[in-house]
């Protein structure tokens, strides 16, 4: 019998804990094949043989499954809204000792851009963010803290003057105090346990490329994670259909509210 997508999905689950089953089908797989043909590999099998042996391989897929998109200050309008309706929020609610999750933080861009504009309002001691992502090297790349000007195009001036410092004509770096407030770690969304009694969960464009199934069980699990009140910060493509089954309900657009179930 010939090696179809089925058991290529079962393989890489052994190999990598990621259970392709919680991801739309259709779409990652066409994505997959797409890396598959890329690479010069002639099918499922001979890629899967190939990721075994070499671990750069390996390393470029699970990169490449977790779409790693991301800028600094991305949507501006959203980041606005979180700074002069949220914030004000959160902290007559919990006070100025918060904890954040920035929930699959891709290359470091968005936590970074939560603890700049947080520390406009906040000591820099008391700002604590924790930043999770499924790809090893994105961490890594995060917590260097060096970016392409490119990465910096919606981000205010007066941010980047205030917070970064040039490194040649095209790279930027953060600041070590603004690198300070985040702690990155590795964390599957669909399999490892979540953190708790966190104030707001930042989790942008991510759970569009989930399964309905699945998407469900990431929002029960950060309803779960949240502190009574806490908020929830959704990307632009995304919105949650039936918040409040779910625990949920809308502050504004892409802000969503725990809710006691």
């Known amino acids: ?45 001979s890629f899967y043989k190939g990721m075994k042996q070499d671990e750069g391989l ?68 008391k700002i604590r963010i924790i930043a999770t992502d499924l790809d090893e090297d994105v961490l890594a790349f995060a917590k260097e803290g060096v970016y392409p000007a490119k990465s910096l195009s ?20 953060i600041s070590p105090e603004i690198k300070k407030c985040v702690e990155f770690k590795k964390h599957n969304l669909l399999k490892d346990r979540y953190f708790q009694h966190i104030h707001m969960i930042v989790c942008r464009n991510v759970v569009i490329y989930f399964t309905d199934e699945a998407k469900d069980q990431v929002y029960e699990n950060f309803h779960g994670a949240l502190a009574d009140d806490g908020i929830l910060f959704i990307g632009s493509t995304e919105q949650i259909l039936h918040a409040k089954e779910l625990g949920f309900e809308s502050l504004r657009t892409f802000f969503y509210k725990k809710m006691k179930i």
């Open 1 to 45: 019998m010939a090696y179809q997508y089925e058991e290529f999905k079962r393989d890489v689950y052994k190999l990598t804990d990621i259970n392709l089953d919680l991801y739309k089908e259709r779409q990652m797989k066409r994505r997959i094949e797409s890396l598959i043909a890329r690479k010069g590999f002639d099918g499922f099998e």
């Open 58 to 125: 390996l390393r470029t897929f699970v990169s490449y499954l977790t779409i790693n998109v991301s800028q600094f200050y991305r949507n501006p309008q959203q980041w606005m809204n979180f700074d002069q309706e949220i914030i004000p929020y959160l902290r007559k609610k919990y006070g100025d000792t918060l904890t954040i999750w920035s929930a699959a933080c891709s290359t470091g861009d968005e936590p970074y851009t939560i603890a700049m504009i947080l520390s406009e309002y906040i000591p820099l001691s």
């Open 154 to 173: 919606d981000l205010p001036k007066k941010y980047l003057d205030k917070h970064f410092k040039k490194v040649d004509d095209s790279h930027y770096a």
